[in-house]
Structure formats: C-alpha cells, structure tokens
C-alpha cells in the first residue's frame, strides 16, 4: 500500500454532502511506509544495521522490557554447564535459572533456555530482513551493512548450533504459512544436514562477507571493537572451521586475524581491566557489544527510544558478587562501590587448586581470577579490594586476623557454592555498574560484554596447529598466554593436554568450557578430558558450602569436611558438602542427551514439524 484513501460514502450535514472535499483526503499516509519503499538508501540501511545490532545485543544481555530475560541467558548457557563453575547463592533453589543447567537437572523449559533460545531467532529476524531487502546493494555502505549483518546472523547460527545441534534453518524472513522444521529434516539443499555442516556454514558466511567489511584502524581503535569488522568475520570464520573439523583451513582464518595486526594482548597487569569498564574496547578486543558509547543517549530515554540503562544487564551484577549478607562485613564495599550480591557462581575446589598449581600465586591472571578466602577477609590481596572498616587491618598481624571476629563468614548455613577461592574476574568494580534508585532496587552493568577476545584467537590458532602437527607454532602463541598471565608454568613443550589446561584458566566464564568439552570429548580419548567429562557427570552430587569456625565450627552431621590448611588446628575455614537436588528428586550431572540442549516445550507445543532432540522426547 503506497497511499490511504479516505473514502467519505456519505456525509451529510443540513442537507449539503461534502463529497467535493473527496480528493484532498486522496494524500500518503505520514509516519507509514511499505518495504518497497523504505529500504532503499544508505540511510535505510544504516537504520536497519542498527537494529540488527541492537538485537544482537538484546539477545546476548537479555532483558525484559526489550527482550528475553534478565539474567544475560546467553552468558548461562555459554559457562554454567562448564565443569569449572558451581552454582551458588543464598541456599538450594536459589537462582534456579543457572543452578538448573549448572546440575544438568533442567528438562524442556528453564528460563535461560527459553529466552536465549528465542532471543537468538529474534535477533535472526533483523539479519534476514536487512539481507533480503539490500541483497541488491548499491553503494559501498549498503554492501558493508550487508557484510555486518551477514556475519552477526552466522554468530547466531553458530550459537544454536553449538546449543541445538541442527535447530531451524530460518535463513529468510518467513511468510505466516511457513512452518520451520529441524534443518536435517528440511528438503531444501542449502540446509545444513548436521552441526558440523551448520559449522562450515558459519564459516563460509563469514568469508563471504569478508571484503565489504571494515577493517580495525589499529589497536587503538576503540570503534573498531564494537561492530563487526574483518577481524571478526575472519576469527568467526576460524572458530566455526575448527568446530567443523577442518583444521587446516581454521588454521589460515586465524593467522589473518594474528598477521593483521590490528590485535595485540595487553600487557599482565591490565588483564583484570579486560573485564571492566576500563578495558572496553582494547587492544585485546575482536568484537564486544557495546553499551553506553553514544553521547547522545540518555540514561533512560533518548528522542523517544531507550536509553543506555536500557541497554544495559540487569541483576546479572548482583548475581556475579559474593553473597554479602554471609559476611560480618561484606569485604568487598570500596571495590564494587557497594553492589549487593548474591553469589550464582562459585569456583570448584579442583579447579582452582590446578589453577594455582599451574600459576603460581604470583600470577596477574590468577590474581584477576579469583581470591582466596583468607586473603579476602584478612585484606591480603595486593590490590584494594577493601573499604575504609578493614583499613586498621593493616596493622594487625596475621595471627590477630586469624582470630578477629569482627570480620568473617558469619552464616550458620555457609556460603553456598563456594570453595576456598572466590570468582573475582567478573565482579563489578567502581564505574561498571548504576543502581537504578527504584524501591526494588536493581544494578546496570554497563562495561560491554566481550564476544571475542584475542587470546581465544591466539588459543584457538595454537590448537589448530596442534591438530595439524605443526607443534612449534603451537608453542609460541601457547608461551605468549603464558607469559602475559605472569604465570610460573612456560612450557617448554606443548601438547593438547597443554593448551586445554592453559585455555581452561585464560579463558574462565568467557563462554568456550563446555563446547570445547564436548567438542574434544569426540576427538580426544586423554586422560584430562576424560576426567574433566568425569567432573561434569558428578555436578550437583556434592555441593560445597563455604565456612568459617569462629563462627560455625563442624558437626558430626557435616560431610566431607576439608579444613583448608589441612587441619583444623592451622585453619579458619572449611568446607562441608551437601546434594540438596538429589535429596529433592532430581537426576543431575552430565548425561549423553546433555550434548545438545532440548528445545522449549512451549516451542514445541505451537510447531509440530520440530522435532525434539535424542532423549529429551
């Protein structure tokens, strides 16, 4: 429709018809456009790349207003499942929408599956469009607009597929009669048959775009870090090969990315801004979603849109912080500026031994990673973590800390979830996050979430040289990591075993653990893997709960009691066990079926031609 007439059939006022005013009313309709009209300018297209964009970043934060969830559902899927996290919180059932896929507990409808699962095709829906109505493209930036597009809607691609093995094909804006089905059971030949088709169509997408896009100024280029540039299309192009099998051609795409130049890791002592509002836009970042760069948005609104709260994660900053409420005084006031929190993850106690074996304490990456409990009530950390109350603990001796009250694990039921090392990489510090000031008072995380980092790149690019027998390569990009983390292990020899450790600590909760688990569990028949897989079939049979005995000491009714010094006689803290989930009627940890995620019941329940997945049916 290119106009609206208003058609007046009859009006009559004291006996006089005003059909002479007919044609006036015979004008466009304002504020109304059709397709064939809209999408045809630079301007078009740059409008049509912003929402895109702005669905991509709805879909990897989640929010309710503008989108699925509010607890960054793409951040749950991509590291809850890994064997390196526990869920924690206030106590069992709390913050079910990541303990239920931490434990392997969940059937077809947790939130986190729900909403990500919808918000990626949500986020598909704005690629298609801008693909279909400028594949014609007739200028330079239309063409690039295309490439951008392209590349965010393989991202997507490859995320289902990682999650759902071979979900809907949806590579085009559907008519109302089109029903969906699993891409193997989808007649056309451009569907991909398998996940590792799905994969090297991911790669092939982001060659195709490859040469209209972009490409990253320098290292010093922040811009070039919050949309999609070569660098990108070729890292994604890599990633996804590497995941499809093909490790030789994985091994080319990355090495652009390295020869490029336009990357570089930053220097150890900046590792911990990398995850802060500080390290946006770094030398170190491929691609980050980007929150808060417009000078023009407001807090809330801007000329009648959202504003950068908006954009923002919501209640995934308290999720992040230690449980304050489990401590005498929450240690941890001066360095998040006072955000409350509620403990989701936690750090299992293997893991962070292996970590600290392998990196020594002195390590800039340890330190950036996690805390140990000790050093974080007694404000031993090297870094200023405390606020002002802890200040006199400087002139305290060690053993009068060992013994102050004043500070401490206070609560009867301990903290949940918990070892005896405390996530810190993600933490909120000082200008990542607002409250909002409402009665329930909720906090905005504004430092942008990374989608690829450098160091993926360099660790991706090491494995692939592994696979293809070229060990030398594998060894210097694997000695780089090593030495930027300030770590006390450089090998002088390199295996895979090597570079899945090494990625295990370089890239904590950044969204790789549980598909490389998978992925290498099919490759590989190590002893490392095996036992990692071994970690990830036991999640939720043995639950740490964090102590402290000036203020709990150990019953005989408490299970697996490890002293953290090794006794108790030269230790404060301690750790029991429990498997609440188990007691409650769940089936957890790890199973074959956990391969692939199921789809929703209520996806399900309105498209009979999807199918389920093996063993959810």
């Known amino acids: ?119 990626i095709y949500l986020s598909l829906f704005s690629d298609n469009i801008l693909l279909e109505k400028f594949a014609d493209a007739t200028s330079d930036f239309q063409k690039q607009a295309v490439a951008e597009a392209r590349v ?49 169509w991911v790669g092939d997408q982001c060659l195709m775009a490859v040469d209209d896009l972009s490409e990253r100024a320098s290292t010093a280029d922040k811009e070039g ?88 994660t919501w209640m995934e900053p308290q999720c992040f912080q230690i449980r304050s409420d489990k401590f005498k005084r929450p240690p941890l006031g001066k360095y998040t500026d006072n955000v409350a929190g509620w403990g989701s993850i936690g750090l299992p106690k293997w893991y962070a031994d292996e970590f600290v074996e392998n990196d020594g304490l002195d390590s800039k990456r340890l330190k950036a990673t996690m805390v140990n409990i000790e050093n974080l009530i007694y404000g031993e950390t090297g870094i200023d973590l405390i606020d002002n109350y802890y200040a006199k603990l400087k002139g305290m001796s060690h053993a009068d800390k060992v013994k102050n009250d004043k500070i401490g694990i206070e609560a009867q039921d301990g903290h949940y979830g918990q070892s005896f090392w405390i996530p810190l990489k993600h933490i909120v510090r000082v200008g990542d996050a607002v409250e909002d000031g409402s009665s329930y008072s909720s906090v905005h995380r504004l430092n942008n979430i990374i989608i690829m980092r450098y160091a993926e790149v360099l660790l991706n690019y090491a494995e692939c040289c592994l696979r293809t027998g070229d060990a030398g ?29 090494e990625k295990s600590y370089e890239m904590w909760f950044e969204g790789c653990r549980y598909q490389d688990l998978l992925r290498w569990s099919l490759l590989d028949n190590d002893t490392y893997t095996q036992e990692c897989m071994d970690h990830l079939k036991k999640q939720g049979t043995h639950i740490p709960h964090l102590y402290d005995k000036l203020f709990r000491a150990p019953t005989s009714a408490d299970v697996d009691v490890i002293w953290q010094n090794g006794s108790e006689s030269n230790s404060r803290f301690w750790i029991g066990h429990t498997h609440e989930a188990q007691d409650a009627g769940f089936t957890v940890g790890w199973q074959e079926k956990h391969r692939l995620f199921p789809y929703p019941t209520t996806v399900l329940e309105n498209n009979p031609e999807l199918h389920q997945n093996p063993g959810w049916e």
């Open 1 to 119: 429709m290119k106009k609206i007439i208003f058609s007046m059939l009859a009006l009559v006022a004291g006996g006089v018809a005003l059909t002479s005013c007919e044609d006036k009313l015979d004008i466009p309709q304002k504020a109304a456009l059709t397709t064939e009209t809209y999408y045809q300018t630079d301007n078009d297209a740059q409008a049509a790349l912003a929402s895109a964009y702005e669905a991509f970043q709805i879909q990897t934060m989640g929010r309710t207003t503008l989108g699925p969830g509010i607890y960054t559902p793409a951040r749950v899927l991509a590291n809850h499942p890994g064997d390196d996290v526990n869920y924690g919180g206030q106590c069992y059932g709390d913050h079910e929408f990541g303990g239920s896929v931490d434990e392997f507990r969940f059937l077809h409808t947790p939130e986190a599956i729900y909403t990500h699962y919808k918000g």
């Open 473 to 501: 390569s594998a060894k210097t990009y694997i000695n780089m990591i090593q030495e930027r983390a300030g770590s006390k292990t450089v090998s002088a020899d390199v295996d895979l075993v090597t570079l899945k450790k």
């Open 152 to 200: 965010l809607r393989a991202y997507n691609f490859f995320l289902l597929a990682c999650y759902w093995g071979t979900p809907p094909f949806v590579d085009h804006t559907m008519s109302t009669s089109e029903v969906p089905t699993n891409s193997d059971r989808d007649e056309r030949p451009e569907a991909p048959k398998s996940q590792q088709e799905y994969f090297k």
């Open 225 to 312: 870090a919050y949309r999609i540039t070569k660098g990108f299309a070729w890292a994604m192009a890599g990633k996804a090969y590497m995941f499809a099998g093909d490790f030789a051609k994985a091994k080319d795409c990355l090495k652009k990315v390295i020869d490029s130049g336009k990357y570089a890791l930053v220097p150890g002592d900046q590792f911990m801004d990398q995850f802060h509002i500080q390290g946006d836009g770094s030398p170190e970042k491929v691609f980050e979603v980007n929150f808060r760069y417009n000078a023009a948005a407001g807090e809330w609104s801007s000329g009648g849109g959202a504003g950068w709260n908006n954009h923002s």
